[in-house]
């Protein structure tokens, strides 16, 4: 089966250039998270999506950010204008069912550089 | 108050040696569970092990175990017989039932495999 897909794999963009990351989830499960990652603030959960659904979009920066999930197997992660300090690792994952015990499968990742 | 706490920023083991990477966590809900995520250098996030707050047994996986002492509230990682090839981050993460199923990462632990 194929896992969690990630697409674009690197971005390197311009300062105000709008970004769209994209995920296609695990087929059939039913949450979708997107996490960032720095080095200097680790693992960051953005938003997270239960049956298409946004559950907790919290994590979420600021209005520049925005994230949808239109159907079961597509996700987007937009950002507008982007800036500098974007620059991070964006990871999305999915997971089946509401059970503590399923564990979530990470992408591969999107490696944004913004100049 | 953090959910999941790593005190060991960076680790150094010998090869062919054991050893123990340690997770703390908070949780008021009787239901979770905890996972531990290994991130190589390459930078994908791989699922190693997982521990139900139910279960009564330390959970094992190959060369993989968890140390789990539910009234102490930690959730140690044993590596035994060291890899070169287990020279990474090592995340401890928690889900709990009463959280809307997100997921709560630590800052990770990177260990060095030394030859």
């Known amino acids: 089966d194929a896992g969690v897909i990630q697409s674009p794999r690197h971005e390197v963009t311009e300062m105000g250039q709008e970004v769209t990351l994209r995920c296609k989830p695990i087929?059939?499960?039913?949450?979708l998270f997107w996490y960032r990652q720095t080095m200097m603030r680790g693992l960051e959960l953005l938003i997270y999506?239960?049956?298409?659904?946004?559950?907790?979009d919290s994590g979420m920066p600021e209005d520049r950010f925005s994230a949808k999930m239109p159907n079961a197997s597509f996700s987007t992660l937009k950002i507008q204008p982007s800036e500098p300090r974007d620059s991070a690792v964006y990871f999305c994952?999915?997971?089946?069912?509401?059970?503590?015990?399923?564990?979530?499968?990470f992408g591969p990742g999107t490696r944004l550089l913004v100049l | 108050a953090q959910k999941i706490t790593q005190t060991q920023p960076g680790m150094f083991v010998q090869e062919k040696e054991a050893v123990t990477l340690d997770c703390t966590y908070d949780?008021?809900?009787?239901?979770?569970?905890l996972f531990w995520y290994k991130q190589p250098s390459s930078g994908e996030m791989i699922f190693l092990i997982y521990?139900?707050?139910?279960?009564?047994q330390n959970a094992t996986e190959g060369r993989y175990s968890l140390n789990f002492q539910k009234a102490r509230k930690s959730a140690n990682l044993v590596i035994s017989a060291s890899q070169l090839g287990d020279s990474a981050m090592y995340f401890c993460?928690?889900?709990?039932?009463?959280?809307?199923?997100?997921?709560?990462f630590g800052t990770g632990t990177s260990l060095t495999v030394i030859p």
């Open positions: 521990q139900g707050s139910y279960d009564q």
């Open positions: 994952a999915s997971s089946a069912l509401a059970r503590v015990g399923e564990t979530q499968y």
């Open positions: 087929s059939g499960h039913d949450y």
């Open positions: 999506f239960n049956n298409n659904v946004p559950i907790d």
């Open positions: 993460a928690m889900r709990e039932a009463n959280t809307g199923n997100q997921f709560y």
């Open positions: 949780t008021s809900d009787p239901s979770y569970g």
